[in-house]
Nanobody
Framework: EVQLVESGGGLVQAGGSLRLSCAAS????????IGWFRQAPGKEREGVSC????????YYADSVKGRFTISSDNAKNTVYLQMNSLKPEDTAVYYC??????????????????WGQGTQVTVSS
């Protein structure tokens, strides 16, 4: 059974940091790309970042470039999203997802095969 379990969300003040984790199981981790998406109330789901587990290539949305860092620990089948200099507009439910097609890096939701349940990130001003 495929599982993606996010953790690390919470409430933080603007300018603060959080690190999200996505623990994966039930598929060959090294063959997949793992992405982070977010969805704020009343808004569409937005792609934030993704990483190829096979070659480590990464993608970042312009809105988070320079503030967020995605990384992968293949030994633990876990992907992390380090979020620094958080802003109130980063407030959303953050989801991780897995895509069997990793080249080119998948950037949109329909390219992903499996999804986690989400974790809430709230940034107060």
């Amino acid at each position: 059974e495929v599982q993606l379990v996010e953790s690390g969300g919470g409430l933080v003040q603007a300018g603060g940091s959080l690190r999200l984790s996505c623990a994966a199981s039930g598929f060959t981790f090294d063959d997949y790309a793992i992405g982070w998406f977010r969805q704020a109330p009343g808004k569409e789901r937005e792609g934030v970042s993704c990483i190829s587990s096979s070659d480590g290539s990464t993608y970042y949305a312009d809105s988070v470039k320079g503030r967020f860092t995605i990384s992968s620990d293949n030994a633990k089948n876990t992907v992390y999203l380090q979020m620094n200099s958080l802003k109130p507009e980063d407030t959303a439910v953050y989801y991780c997802a897995a895509a069997s097609k990793s080249r080119p890096l998948p950037r949109v939701a329909y390219e992903y095969d499996y999804w986690g349940q989400g974790t809430q990130v709230t940034v107060s001003s």
